[in-house]
Structure formats: C-alpha cells, structure tokens
C-alpha cells in the first residue's frame, strides 16, 4: 500500500534557527495536508496544498509540493519555542488520509 | 470554534477487561474517523464512517474491537479483550463531506493504558 516517509526523524535547534521536514510519498499524490500535534496535544491542519509546485506560505512557515507531486517540504524560518511539537503530512491513500511517522520538533531558547 | 469532543480524556485497565471511548463529532460533518497513534508514529485509520455507514474498516483488528455509529452523530469504540500492545492514543476525527483532501478536525482523544 502506499507510503508516506519523514525525514528527519527528530530535530533540536537553537531558538531563531531554521527547521526544515521533508516527506515522500511511495505514490503521486493528488494533494498532501500538514499538521501539527503540540506535546501532549492532538494534531491540528495546518495546509493543504494540491498543484505541482505549489508554494504556500503561513507568516514564518512555508510549504512546498514537488513538481512530481511525489515529495513536499515544510520550512520553518527563525523557530520560536512556541513552534515545538510534531508535523505530520498526509495524503491521500484511497478514501482515507496516509499519515507520515512526523517530525519532532524541540526548541532551545 | 465548534470541536470534536471525546471522552474520557485518559483510561487505565487490566490486560482481559473491556473499554470503551466515545466521540461527538462536529456538527454537520457526516464523516468521522478512528485512528490509534502509538507514541512516536503518526496516526493509523482505524475505521471510518460515512453517516452510519462504514466505509473503510480494513485495519480495525475485528476479533477484539468494534466501533458502531447508529444515529449517524457521535460514536463508540470498544475493545474487549483489551491486550498490553492497545496502549495508545485513540483519535476520533471528523470531516465534511467525503473526500481524502478534506481537512479533518481531531479530538483531544482518549489516552488508554493497559497494564
């Protein structure tokens, strides 16, 4: 069945660093949605995003969809503490969304 | 803002017994899902209905889980026999209308430990 894959694993970076998180698709994917699950928390949607290439931005984060519609990148500039937490993609897989393993996310301020 | 609602909020049982969560999904949203999410992996779709209907139970482990949605509106999932390995989030979420691109809306879930 299809697959959806997240690198990094985890990831620790100094406050006002940037994070990036990368997910990968096994299929093309018709669109692929981000979320995100604070500690102890449930996941929230951040975007969805479904033409190749697309390019979407949300203040200090920035989301890309590959040309393939295979892969997707979130981007996140200068990292505040408050950005901690898990980010999950998902696509499609049939009727139901395909979640990736997600990111985590910790912050040293 | 209108949210999912699920209860309760933490369960703790003996491996053998049984347990049961419930979900209210929000209002008008005709979809609503399972999920299970064990700690360091991202959510996994245990059942999925449309109104009263199931749509997709493919991964619900039917020897010892059920989940029913008789009205069409809020929801129960049980598990009897509960094992040690159903240690886990529970995720209830719902959407509208049936599509894999729509935007779900989770619940706090149910946080179940089996001892």
């Known amino acids: 069945g299809q697959q959806v894959m997240q690198i990094p694993q985890y990831q620790h970076v100094q406050e006002g660093e940037d994070f990036t998180t990368y997910c990968n698709s096994s299929?093309?994917?018709?669109?692929i949605q981000w979320y995100k699950q604070r500690p102890g928390g449930h996941p929230v949607f951040l975007i969805q995003?479904?033409?190749?290439?697309e390019v979407k931005k949300q203040k200090r984060l920035t989301f890309q969809f590959g040309e393939a519609k295979k892969n997707s990148s979130l981007h996140i500039t200068a990292t505040q503490t408050t950005d901690v937490g898990t980010y999950f993609c998902?696509?499609?897989?049939?009727?139901?969304?395909?979640f990736g393993a997600g990111t985590i996310l910790r912050v040293k301020s | 803002e209108a949210e999912v609602a699920q209860s309760p909020r933490y369960k703790i049982t003996e491996k053998s017994q049984a347990v049961a969560f419930w979900c209210d999904p929000i209002s008008g949203h005709a979809t609503l899902y399972w999920y299970r999410q064990i700690l360091g992996q991202g959510p996994e779709l245990l059942v999925q209905?449309?109104?009263?209907?199931?749509?997709?139970d493919s991964q619900l482990p039917k020897d010892r889980f059920s989940a029913e949605r008789l009205k069409g509106v809020d929801s129960t999932l049980k598990i009897q026999p509960a094992e040690l390995g159903d240690s886990a989030m529970y995720l209830c979420?719902?959407?509208?209308?049936?599509?894999?691109?729509?935007?779900?809306?989770f619940g706090p879930g149910t946080r179940l430990l089996v001892l």
């Open positions: 209905f449309q109104d009263e209907s199931v749509v997709d």
């Open positions: 979420a719902s959407s509208s209308p049936l599509l894999a691109g729509v935007t779900q809306y």
């Open positions: 998902a696509g499609p897989g049939g009727n139901k969304l395909v």
């Open positions: 299929t093309t994917l018709s669109n």
């Open positions: 995003l479904v033409k190749s290439g």
